[in-house]
């Protein structure tokens, strides 16, 4: 059985950006870089979020979407994050691939073309059908929200 395909459109002006890939052989995600202009890096200040180009559009199969998640380097060392965190790229969607990056660090961040700045993961995401019901099923834990099952 062979894997599913995600195609991958360059946009124009981006022919000195790589495509998207796996940095390694057992990397459940591949590195998305940043297509900001060439010689011109932008600093992402303390607490500004910013939507970031990646240099590509593309197509994702039917019955999968692509989560864009942070990067965890970026993360501890600086603060940086995604502020749509896992953000989704729904199979139907065809435009520039964006990454929403927020700066929750207290040090201003500087973003150079082709840096790395954030890691996509292609997962299935099946629609459901979606019922409207008068009673739920019971369980053991029942309507216990956040912080009901304990630390331990």
């Known amino acids: 059985m062979t894997a599913p395909v995600v195609r991958f459109r360059r946009l124009e002006g981006n022919a000195d ?3 998207p890939a796996y940095a390694t052989e057992g990397a459940a995600g591949f590195d998305l870089r940043a297509a900001v202009p060439d010689g011109t890096p932008f600093v992402l200040s303390p607490g500004e979020r910013r939507l970031v180009p990646t240099g590509f ?3 994702v ?3 999968y979407e692509m989560q864009v998640r942070p990067r965890s380097g970026l993360a501890v060392k600086h603060g940086v994050s ?3 965190s896992p953000g989704t790229v729904d199979s139907d969607y065809r435009g520039p691939l964006m990454v929403c990056l927020i700066n929750f660090g207290h040090e201003p961040f500087a973003i150079s073309r082709g ?3 954030a890691q996509a993961v292609i997962a299935p995401a099946p629609q459901l059908t979606l019922i409207e019901v008068g ?11 956040f912080g009901s099952t304990g630390i331990k």
């Open 61 to 63: 199969p039917h019955g």
């Open 57 to 59: 559009a593309c197509a």
């Open 17 to 19: 950006l790589p495509i």
């Open 115 to 117: 840096d790395r700045i």
């Open 135 to 145: 009673d739920l099923d019971a369980t053991p834990r029942g309507e216990g929200g």
């Open 82 to 84: 995604i502020a749509n």
